[in-house]
Structures are given as structure tokens and as C-alpha cells.
């Protein structure tokens, strides 16, 4: 019978042990809870005042420069078009002028073929003076 008795004991001890290990656990989550429950707060309240400079922030800049953000924007959006435009049309007479230097080099390159081929059809040569003589 001694040992039927110890058996219960032993079972009796084990689960109040337990029993402690998950009041523990459970205490320790709580804690955790409490603890993540006061930083989401504090999150919070830094988001809210994060919010209010920022408002402060476009409220002072928009009463500095007289402008509102809406007629900020549109400022700044009609300055990078004339910007764009201008860096356009910069662009487009270089390469125009790069066409034309090319056109011309090419022209040149043409006549002189053609006209000395022409001398040569015709009998002329280059006198080294500048017109084309009978050779």
C-alpha cells in the first residue's frame, strides 16, 4: 500500500509543478503584453507628433514663401518644364549643327569627286593656281 500512496505523491508533485512552470510562462507573456500594449502607445504618440511638425512644417514654408503647397507644386512643375524645354531646344540646334557640319563635309566631298572626275572627262587638270586648265 506504501507504494500505491507515493505514486499519487510523485503524480501530485509533478503536476503542481507544471502548474508553477505555466504560471510563470503565463506571467512572463503578460509582462510581454503589457510591455509591447506601452510601446505601441508610445509609437503612437510619436507618429501623432511627427504628424502635427510635419503640418507645422508645410503650414511655415507656405507662409514664408506665400504660396500654398498646391501653388508650390505647380511652381515647381512649370520651372522643370521651361528647364526641359529650353535643355531641349539646346540639344536640338547642337545636333542640327552636327547635321550640318556632316551635310556640308559630305557636299564637299562630293564635289570635289565629281568636279575631278568632270576635269578629268574634260582633259583639264589643276594648275596648283586655283582654275582648271587644258592639260
Known amino acids: 500500500m506504501a507504494v500505491q ?3 499519487p ?3 501530485e508533485k509533478r503536476v503542481l509543478s507544471k502548474e508553477e512552470a ?3 510562462r503565463s506571467e512572463a507573456i503578460e509582462k510581454r503584453e503589457a510591455s509591447f500594449t506601452a510601446k505601441e502607445e508610445q509609437l503612437k504618440q510619436r507618429e501623432k507628433k511627427v504628424d502635427e511638425l510635419s503640418q507645422q512644417r508645410v503650414q511655415e514654408l507656405e507662409r514664408i514663401s506665400g504660396l500654398t503647397s498646391e501653388q508650390a507644386k505647380e511652381y515647381l512643375l512649370k520651372t ?3 528647364d526641359v524645354k529650353h535643355d531641349t ?3 536640338i540646334k547642337e545636333l542640327e549643327a552636327q547635321a550640318k557640319e556632316e551635310a556640308d563635309k559630305k557636299a564637299k566631298e562630293y564635289t570635289g569627286k565629281r568636279y575631278g572626275e568632270w576635269g578629268k572627262f574634260r582633259g583639264f587638270r589643276n594648275s596648283g593656281r586655283g582654275r ?3 592639260g
Open 5 to 7: 500512496k507515493i505514486k
Open 9 to 11: 505523491v510523485r503524480y
Open 22 to 24: 505555466l504560471d510563470k
Open 80 to 82: 522643370v518644364e521651361e
Open 89 to 91: 531646344a539646346k540639344m
Open 132 to 134: 582648271n586648265q587644258p
